[in-house]
């Protein structure tokens, strides 16, 4: 049951597949074309060749045809899979049921020859193909994938050779084309380097190992060996005069001069050895190395020189002056770069510092040694000396100067007037002063940069510049010395310059209304004469507080400026205040013993008797004198008045508003008095005024009637002529609006029917679009099930195999065949009596043959 239904299913494949071929029994076969045919009952595919007319049996099929010869034109070829087998004649060979051998998954190439077929089996695997033609200057590397003899060469599966141009190539089904390889061109100066993949002999005949590498620098053309591969294109390096080779070894190896090369060592390379060079691939370029050149104002110093043999001597200095060009050897540097040589003037001197024992001339020089030479002359520093800094002498005017300090002693001092140049065992020194002086010799600095009218900009103080300050005509100035203890006054105008231990004596005054303590800052004492304000709250003996404001004129009396008189001057730290209040303190007590009434009237008398006092003829004083400091209070002026308490000020202020009141009184009676003169005066003029204007409008009311009456008649005449134009105008609007109402109808109908139109045309477009898809569709489901089903056998057949279809339609026959052969009968028929028989098919069947169509199928039923 199962053989048959196989049997059923291969047939019905095999006939859904070759339906087409089937109906057509004739076929005509033109020349240089083949079918191939299937014979259902040996299951053996044989070829007809044309020309030729074919008909077809009952148990025939054409599977494959008419199709076209193979033809392949001269330096062409092919590749056929699964060749038939030939004998040594070249004939095909042909197994016992007359089906053609093939040589299975073998691989045949076929040149130039005639037109031939495809056997069944074969398969075309690569098409006509025209054949590799390899140019000069290139080559094909070939793999071998199979054994076999090249003519007197051996080749094993996975050598490589070249086949190298010009030349064209025959392929073989033993080799593989792995790659096509160009010549690489090689320019004046330049080299290729090359790698070995494999253990091989370079072009010339030199061994090499895997992994080698190696240049080629003769120009021309190079073609690599197969198992040579391409690293890289090595340019040379062009050397000049100015430029050389900074190089490194990679291994120990001789180089192109000759010179063995020990691994890691480096050299460099000059013009004056080669004038290009190509670096060897067991060298590297570190750089390019500059030349250095110094001109006769030049000198450099060389750390780890290296010596006549080419060894560096590290540690050591070499000192190199110009006029001279070198390269720096491999690990040299310069220490500080080129220098110049130092070119002292007369005004400029070196101060020098021994790094080690050396002689200098006559003198030997200790490590730690610090001296100086001054100009004119030019001086290259030796390798052992340092140069510490470079001084310069400094001008100094009568009024200016330094601070020195010697770094030995430490002894600080001031140098003033004259050009000096500080020696090694001396520095500048910084004067520090504190930030309030700071900021007033600053002020004072301005000021004098803007009487000069110069840059008004502040600008930091040289603190190693002596201090100068400018004391101010009459005015002086308090400099104490803290290392001598002692004090000095000076009076301007002068010019005052510190000495190193000296310091300002800064004053700080009272100042604002009323007075309030340090508000003043200053350095310098003003003598006057000058006036200061203060305000001072006293009240009387009636117990009436006033405020006074008072402003008093002083000076300093220093009639001989002994150093003891001068002294005075600062003895009172803030005169203005304790004379402010010392004044305050009188005037307070000379009020209290007055009434408000007698102070207001005999104010100024009261206060200047109080502050001055009264000699012995009751006149009051001219000045008022503290011995302390010499300050004299020469005048007071009482610059205001006021009451502290609110009832005296009210008091006050209600006697000064009546006596305001009786002058605004006064002056408003008289006001009045004016008022109603020029009052009688305007109602005259308004009264003939208004006579006057009576007499204008009458006169304008006259005209108005005139011009009312006259606008009357216009308007009824008007009024008519507007009636007629607007029917007119009405008539001819509403003809229009009929006109352009039609017309828009029209317009209307017009587009509805081109939307009706135009939604047909595209209904039917879109209809006829989806059945046209549809009907696509339905083709290439049509045809995607035929390849299904082609595919579907196709898989079926070479899944079963051609031998088991073969043994399967061969199985019944055989076995009849062998029964009757048995039994000695050349026929038969057997039945079970009830089924019918075709005697047509079956007395055909007993004359055509052995074993009729019906008896297999009786037999096919006796096993059911």
């Not at 060079?277 to 750089?287: L, M, R, T």
């Not at 110049?340 to 050396?358: M, P, Q, S």
């Amino acid at each position: 049951m199962h053989r048959r239904s196989l049997q059923q299913n291969v047939s019905n494949s095999e006939m859904a597949n070759t339906n087409r071929k089937d109906d057509n029994a004739i076929f005509r076969i033109p020349p240089y074309y083949y079918i191939h045919v299937l014979d259902q009952n040996t299951n053996v595919t044989k070829i007809e060749i044309g020309p030729q007319t074919y008909i077809r049996q009952d148990n025939q099929r054409v599977t494959l045809g008419p199709e076209k010869m193979v033809v392949v034109p001269p330096r062409h070829y092919c590749v056929i899979e699964n060749p038939v087998s030939r004998d040594k004649d070249g004939k095909i060979v042909v197994d016992a049921l007359g089906q053609i051998k093939l040589q299975h998954a073998d691989q045949e190439i076929r040149l130039t020859q005639d037109p031939f077929p495809l056997y069944p089996g074969e398969v075309l695997k690569e098409a006509v193909t025209a054949l590799k033609v390899v140019p000069a200057n290139t080559a094909l590397r070939i793999r071998a994938i199979l054994d076999f003899d090249d003519g007197d060469v051996r080749r094993t599966a996975g050598d490589e050779w070249l086949f190298e141009g010009p030349g064209t190539y025959i392929p073989r089904k033993e080799c593989h084309i792995e790659e096509t390889v160009r010549a690489t061109v090689i320019g004046p100066n330049q080299a290729i380097r090359l790698r070995a993949r494999k253990e091989c002999e370079d072009r010339d005949k030199v061994p090499r190992v895997t992994g080698e590498e190696w240049l080629v620098k003769k120009t021309g053309a190079y073609l690599p060996g197969a198992y040579e591969e391409v690293v890289d294109i090595v340019n040379a390096y062009v050397l000049t005069e100015k430029k050389a080779l900074h190089m490194r070894s990679l291994r120990t190896f001789k180089d192109d001069f000759g010179i063995i090369r020990k691994n890691g060592e480096e050299w460099l390379i000059t013009m004056k050895d080669t004038e290009t060079h190509i670096p060897n691939v067991y060298e590297e370029v570190v750089g390019v190395v500059n030349i250095t050149t110094l001109n006769n104002r030049q000198y450099c110093i060389i750390l780890d020189p290296v010596d006549s043999q080419g060894k560096p001597q590290l540690g050591q200095k070499k000192l190199v002056k110009g006029e001279k060009s070198f390269f720096l050897m491999p690990g040299e540097k310069l220490e500080k770069g080129i220098q110049n040589v130092y070119i002292l003037g007369e005004d400029e001197g070196l101060i020098l510092r021994a790094n080690e024992t050396f002689d200098d001339g006559d003198t030997s020089r200790s490590p730690g040694d610090r001296w100086m030479i001054r100009g004119p002359k030019e001086y290259v520093p030796p390798v052992e000396v340092e140069v510490v800094m470079k001084r310069q002498a400094i001008p100094l005017d009568e009024n200016e100067g330094i601070y020195v300090r010697d770094i030995k002693t430490g002894k600080v001092r001031a140098i003033q007037g004259e050009t000096y140049m500080i020696s090694q065992d001396e520095e500048l020194w910084a004067k520090e002063l504190p930030p309030t002086v700071e900021s007033l010799l600053a002020v004072d600095h301005m000021a004098e940069r803007s009487e000069r009218k110069a840059d008004a900009a502040p600008k930091p103080r040289d603190k190693t510049r002596v201090v100068s300050f400018r004391v101010p005509h009459n005015a002086a100035v308090q400099i104490y010395d803290y290392k001598e203890k002692k004090a000095r006054v000076v009076f301007g105008p002068e010019l005052v310059m510190l000495g190193p231990d000296e310091q300002f004596t800064q004053l700080s005054l009272s100042g604002g209304k009323p007075k309030k303590p340090n508000v003043i800052k200053s350095l310098c004492l003003l003598l006057g004469p000058d006036f200061c304000t203060d305000i001072i709250v006293v009240e009387t003996a009636d117990h009436a507080r006033l405020s006074l404001q008072l402003s008093y004129n002083w000076h300093f009396e220093c009639p001989e400026r002994t150093p003891v008189e001068s002294a005075k001057l600062f003895s009172v730290p803030d005169f203005t205040g304790d004379a402010c209040k010392a004044i305050a303190s009188r005037v307070r007590g000379a009020v209290a013993q007055v009434q408000f009434d007698d102070f207001h009237k005999n104010s100024a008398k009261i206060i200047r008797a109080s502050v001055f006092g009264i000699d012995a003829n009751g006149k009051v004083r001219d000045k008022f004198h503290f011995p302390q400091n010499n300050l004299v209070i020469t005048s007071i002026d009482i610059q205001s008045v006021e009451p502290v308490d609110q009832r005296t000020r009210d008091a006050l202020q209600k006697s000064v508003q009546l006596a305001i009141e009786i002058t605004t009184n006064s002056q408003e009676a008289t006001a009045r008095h004016e008022a109603e003169r020029l009052e009688q005066e305007a109602k005259g003029r308004l009264e003939r005024q208004k006579i006057s204007d009576e007499a204008e409008a009458e006169k304008a009311r006259k005209e108005l009637l005139e011009l009312q009456a006259n606008s009357a008649a216009v308007e009824s005449t008007g009024q008519a002529k507007a009636e007629a134009q607007s029917r007119a105008e009405a008539s001819r609007i509403e003809g229009e609006a009929a006109v352009e109402q039609a017309r828009l109808k029209a317009q209307a109908t017009k587009i509805e029917a081109e939307s009706e139109l135009e939604r047909l045309t595209n209904a039917r477009e879109a209809e006829l679009k989806y059945v046209c898809e549809q009907n696509k569709m339905e083709l290439e489901k049509s045809s995607e099930l035929t390849t299904i089903e082609v595919n579907k056998f196709k898989e079926m057949v070479s899944a079963i195999g051609a031998q088991t279809l073969l043994a399967m339609a061969t199985a019944g026959p055989d076995m009849q065949v062998r029964m009757l052969k048995a039994l000695g009968l050349r026929s038969t028929l057997i039945t079970d009596g009830s089924s019918p028989i075709n005697l047509f098919n079956t007395a055909s069947g007993l004359i055509g043959g052995l074993v009729p169509s019906r008896g297999r199928q009786s037999e096919e039923e006796t096993e059911d």
